[in-house]
């Protein structure tokens, strides 16, 4: 079995001190720290293989297109999607959305429509529906959640009907750590004739995800919440609607021919990766999927949830701390979103890292939710793989002394 504490080895980040204490980072719902492995693949590339890809004939082109093109199979055969055709390489989770918003729903959806989403969404799972609703004179409707926090699917059969265009939700929430049934939802979806679009950013890193048996239309992430570089991402889209959808952006790269008034586009996937790409970036991912795959998904699921069911009871233990989101540790992700009472989230937070517990604290671009829940905002721990039960043992020992420290009247 492995051992996770070892796995430390590879993120020299981690190694160090904040505020004259060792380091524990609970940020990972914001961004992942990166193992050596995915730095040396930024590093060789940039000192070996550095060129253009797809337009030119010499050596170093040649190396890094098969390395570029290399990555966009790693990523097929990751989230199982039937080919690389179906793969868009994107600088992100947000850019995905926004393309499937400015592409398939300005030529999609039309005036009554409804696009369906949840209170639970982050912000660019919601406003790329805004501005299209309000492009289009469409609906935007929100499916309640339950007290624990679930998505409330008897609701979602009522509002997912013959009028839905668009169901977008994510995967795993942001703040809730729930993890939704995209499946049901999907077939929901389609019974009405709808797409399902998933915003996947916090569930690719941590369990494994197949696209054809979630049977979603599209699905959208980022590489560096799962140890990848910033900057880079992925749109998978099935391929007979990837066809019909038309460019966001055009330019170099994406073009087959250029005449006086009027253009063609390259084939899938190309027509939609305009101008130079992010390069190393795909190239780093790929890296990064090597290393996943070589711990193994499940076994990473498996490392975070015993995580999650060491800390969750601390937690609650904790008098005057709130924990939102489901109270069974088996329906809870590594997200963990907390409040003390009469202790801002932002103080919390500030007091957490003078231990050296780096969480975050705000809205967590999830607004719509703490206006649902009639929260201003929450401190949000967040795990990852390379986390350890002695860094659970940090934070439970500062939020603590925090509150100690706040119940003194030190401010």
């Given at each position: 079995?492995?051992?996770?504490?070892?796995?430390?080895?590879?993120?020299?980040?981690?190694?160090?001190?904040?505020?004259?204490?060792?380091?524990?980072?609970?940020?990972?719902?914001?961004?992942?720290?990166?193992?050596?492995?995915?730095?040396?693949?930024?590093?060789?590339?940039?000192?070996?293989?550095?060129?253009?890809?797809?337009?030119?004939?010499?050596?170093?082109?040649?190396?890094?297109?098969?390395?570029?093109?290399?990555?966009?199979?790693?990523?097929?055969?990751?989230?199982?999607?039937?080919?690389?055709?179906?793969?868009?390489?994107?600088?992100?989770?947000?850019?995905?959305?926004?393309?499937?918003?400015?592409?398939?729903?300005d030529a999609n959806v039309q005036e009554g429509d409804e696009i369906v989403i949840s209170f639970m969404e982050h912000h660019s799972n919601i406003?790329?529906?805004?501005?299209?609703?309000?492009?289009?004179?469409?609906?935007?409707?929100?499916?309640?959640?339950?007290?624990?926090?679930?998505?409330?699917?008897?609701?979602?059969?009522?509002?997912?009907?013959?009028?839905?265009?668009?169901?977008?939700?994510?995967?795993?929430?942001?703040?809730?750590?729930?993890?939704?049934?995209?499946?049901?939802?999907?077939?929901?979806?389609?019974?009405?004739?709808?797409?399902?679009?998933?915003?996947?950013?916090?569930?690719?890193?941590?369990?494994?995800?197949?696209?054809?048996?979630?049977?979603?239309?599209?699905?959208?992430?980022?590489?560096?919440?799962?140890?990848?570089?910033?900057?880079?991402?992925?749109?998978?889209?099935?391929?007979?609607?990837?066809?019909?959808?038309?460019?966001?952006?055009?330019?170099?790269?994406?073009?087959?021919?250029?005449?006086?008034?009027?253009?063609?586009?390259?084939?899938?996937?190309?027509?939609?990766?305009?101008?130079?790409?992010?390069?190393?970036?795909?190239?780093?991912?790929?890296?990064?999927?090597?290393?996943?795959?070589?711990?193994?998904?499940?076994?990473?699921?498996?490392?975070?949830?015993?995580?999650?069911?060491?800390?969750?009871?601390?937690?609650?233990?904790?008098?005057?701390?709130?924990?939102?989101?489901?109270?069974?540790?088996?329906?809870?992700?590594?997200?963990?979103?907390?409040?003390?009472?009469?202790?801002?989230?932002?103080?919390?937070?500030?007091?957490?890292?003078?231990?050296?517990?780096?969480?975050?604290?705000?809205?967590?671009?999830?607004?719509?939710?703490?206006?649902?829940?009639?929260?201003?905002?929450?401190?949000?721990?967040?795990?990852?793989?390379?986390?350890?039960?002695?860094?659970?043992?940090?934070?439970?020992?500062?939020?603590?002394?925090?509150?100690?420290?706040?119940?003194?009247?030190?401010?």
């Open positions: 079995m492995l051992d996770f504490s070892k796995v430390r080895e590879d993120f020299p980040i981690l190694f160090q001190e904040v505020n004259d204490e060792p380091l524990v980072y609970l940020d990972n719902a914001a961004t992942t720290q990166k193992p050596k492995q995915v730095l040396d693949a930024l590093k060789y590339y940039y000192e070996n293989d550095n060129a253009n890809v797809h337009r030119g004939v010499h050596t170093l082109a040649e190396r890094a297109t098969e390395k570029y093109e290399g990555a966009r199979e790693k990523v097929r055969a990751f989230i199982n999607a039937k080919e690389t055709a179906e793969v868009l390489f994107t600088r992100g989770t947000t850019t995905g959305l926004n393309w499937l918003a400015r592409s398939y729903g406003i790329p529906w805004q501005q299209l609703a309000d492009r289009k004179g469409a609906k935007l409707r929100y499916i309640s959640m339950t007290e624990e926090g679930f998505l409330d699917m008897e609701e979602a059969k009522q509002i997912i009907n013959e009028k839905t265009a668009i169901v977008s939700i994510a995967h795993v929430s942001n703040v809730l750590g729930v993890i939704n049934p995209i499946k049901d939802l999907a077939d929901l979806a389609h019974a009405n004739q709808a797409v399902m679009i998933v915003d996947g950013a916090q569930s690719t890193p941590h369990m494994k995800v197949d696209v054809q048996a979630l049977d979603c239309d599209f699905f959208a992430f980022s590489g560096h919440k799962m140890c990848g570089p910033t900057g880079i991402g992925v749109l998978y889209g099935k391929r007979p609607l990837l066809e019909q959808m038309e460019p966001v952006e055009f330019g170099g790269e994406m073009i087959d021919f250029v005449n006086l008034y009027d253009s063609t586009w390259k084939e899938l996937p190309w027509k939609f990766e305009a101008g130079t790409p992010n390069i190393a970036g795909a190239i780093a991912l790929g890296a990064a999927i090597d290393y996943l795959n070589a711990i193994g998904m499940d076994a990473i699921h498996q490392h975070e949830q015993e995580l999650v069911a060491y800390v969750l009871p601390k937690l609650q233990a904790i008098e005057g701390l709130t924990v939102y989101g489901p109270q069974d540790p088996q329906n809870h992700t590594g997200v963990l979103a907390f409040n003390l009472d009469k202790v801002h989230p932002h103080d919390a937070a500030t007091a957490l890292d003078m231990e050296g517990v780096a969480v975050r604290a705000g809205h967590h671009c999830a607004q719509p939710l703490m206006k649902y829940l009639h929260l201003p905002a929450t401190a949000r721990a967040s795990f990852y793989f390379y986390n350890t039960k002695e860094d659970a043992d940090r934070l439970i020992f500062a939020l603590e002394a925090t509150k100690e420290f706040f119940k003194d009247g030190a401010i």
